[in-house]
């Protein structure tokens, strides 16, 4: 967690609210590589979500959803969806406040995102699906997992915030510092443990990330960024991953030690029941984008598996 308190003070010293014009915030990328799938659009609860929906004709071999991580967005498992595809129907989308969804001012937390994803597929008549993701996203999926056993089959989670114990005065002064200069002073800090150092694309990656962060830049995108930052320090996976019931399938690159988080993924595995670590050699934390054909390879083999081969 010393790196999260590193990241707080240093947003406590750079705080401050910038001026100018707020410009014109697209429903789709712009600045900024798109994904190759059809953009639809959805609406829950009063807010217009993207997303895509790949392999629908797969629906009767079930239907993965794949969450992505704080911030991020569809494009993120771009590089997933291709292998997925072949034997599910893949589901991906954009949370409100995050991507090219709507990002409205409001209170942001884990169980908005919970909700949403669920209205999400009652919206498109999903009644059950896998699911899948990184950092926030795997913590979702746990989460999700817990919340609803019988809804939720197999779980797929990676690197997932909240890996931790609870921090409450830590959340308590992430909330207290919101602003847009305050999200780009620790993004700025924060991004330096997203890829390994010597990862070949991690300038290009860091690049477009930032861009599309200037893209879509409002105050609910702010909103989003801290509020959904202090929940994860509020509320940790420990309690819940021993009444976990379904396969878990957990994944960890073994160069991803911010917030210490190959202990904190070691201590999941020994409190989830039903579990089994892959760790992935020489990757960082943003798996899907280091060694996306690995990840696919290693999820098409936990979706596909006979149920009497699982943990």
């Known amino acids: 967690m010393r790196s999260l308190v590193l990241l707080l003070v240093f947003c406590l ?35 217009r979500l993207r997303y895509i929906d790949v392999g629908p004709e797969r629906r009767d071999r079930g239907t993965l959803v794949l969450i992505p991580g704080h911030t991020s967005r569809i494009e993120e498992y771009d590089g997933l969806v291709p292998a997925l ?27 908005l995102y919970e909700d949403t994803l669920v209205g999400f597929l009652d919206a498109l008549g999903v009644e059950r699906a896998h699911l899948a993701g990184g950092s926030l996203g795997g913590n979702l999926v746990l989460r999700l997992g817990h919340r609803y056993p019988e809804r939720f089959e197999r779980l797929a989670p990676w690197a997932p915030g909240s890996a931790w114990e609870a921090r409450p005065l830590l959340a308590r002064a992430m909330r207290a510092v919101t602003s847009r200069a305050g999200f780009e002073a620790i993004v700025r800090v924060q991004s330096r443990f997203w890829y390994r150092d010597d990862f070949p694309g991690r300038d290009a990656a860091l690049d477009e990330t930032f861009r ?31 009444e976990i019931r379904q396969p878990v399938w957990l994944g960890w690159g073994d160069r991803d030690h911010g917030a210490d988080m190959g202990v904190g993924v070691a201590e999941l595995h020994g409190l989830l029941p039903r579990s089994e670590l892959r760790i992935f050699p020489n990757a960082g934390h943003a798996l899907a984008t280091e060694i996306p054909d690995l990840l696919a390879e290693a999820l098409v083999d936990f979706l596909t598996r006979p149920a009497s081969q699982l943990p």
């Not at 599309?212 to 996976?237: H, I, K, T, W």
């Open 212 to 242: 599309y962060y200037g893209e879509v830049m409002e105050p609910g995108f702010v909103d989003m960024y801290f509020g959904m930052a202090a929940d994860q320090l509020e509320r940790s996976l420990f309690p819940l991953a021993p």
């Open 85 to 111: 595809s072949r034997s599910h129907r893949v589901l991906v989308l954009d949370f409100p406040g995050s991507g090219y969804s709507d990002k409205p001012r409001r209170e942001y937390g884990l169980r």
């Open 13 to 47: 010293a750079a705080c401050g609210a910038p001026g100018g014009a707020e410009p014109e915030i697209p429903s789709r990328p712009r600045a900024v590589r798109a994904t190759s799938f059809e953009q639809r659009d959805v609406e829950v609860d009063g807010l």
